[in-house]
């Protein structure tokens, strides 16, 4: 009997120490956004280079992930903040079908482009844990980057810094 009380007391520490490290999440700033080709859940193929001269927002992300649900009432706020002077786009890294991400775009009435990765996007944006949002400037560069959550007032501060 000891023993399990002693393995129920580690895993629970290293629960702790998981959620702990989640919920901070990691932030970290690089160069060059690299590029992708992706489909967006409408059908129409878009390229992050169409976005060019407009600040975006990417928005690594699985429906099933319960801190990017979490995101998404943020996201709105960024989103009716800036209107088109920003563009958000929600990228499903973690194995969703179109139309998986297509219901989870109605039920949670998000309405700006969401695609389903098949361009290596979780690999070239180093995606080791979701959500992971990365703010790209007008010309390209990755301005800001972070695994975990964020507010929407924290959001709109390191926008508000590149417009």
């Known amino acids: 009997m000891r ?3 002693i393995i129920f007391v580690v895993a629970l520490i290293a ?8 919920g901070r999440g990691r932030e970290e700033v690089k160069g060059d956004a690299p ?4 489909t967006g859940t409408d059908g129409d193929d878009f390229s992050l280079s169409d976005f060019r001269g407009k600040v ?9 992930c319960g801190p990017c649900i979490l995101e998404i009432p943020h996201l709105k706020e ?16 973690g194995g969703d079908s179109n139309q998986e991400l297509k219901n989870f ?23 080791f844990q979701i959500p992971k949002l990365v703010i790209i400037d007008e010309s390209g560069n990755i301005r800001f980057a972070r695994e975990g959550t964020i ?3 924290e959001l709109i501060e390191k926008i508000d810094v590149l417009l």
Do not use: C, N, P
């Open 105 to 127: 775009k109605v039920v949670h009435g998000a309405t700006w482009r969401f695609a389903v990765d098949t361009d290596d996007v979780i690999i070239k944006y180093s995606a």
């Open 35 to 38: 590029s992708f080709t992706l």
């Open 78 to 93: 960024v989103q009716q903040h800036y209107g088109d002077d920003v563009i958000i786009l929600s990228i499903s890294v």
């Open 3 to 5: 023993k399990v009380e």
């Open 151 to 153: 507010s929407s007032s």
């Open 56 to 64: 975006v927002v990417l928005d690594l992300m699985a429906t099933w």
């Open 15 to 22: 629960l702790i120490v998981i959620v702990v490290f989640v």
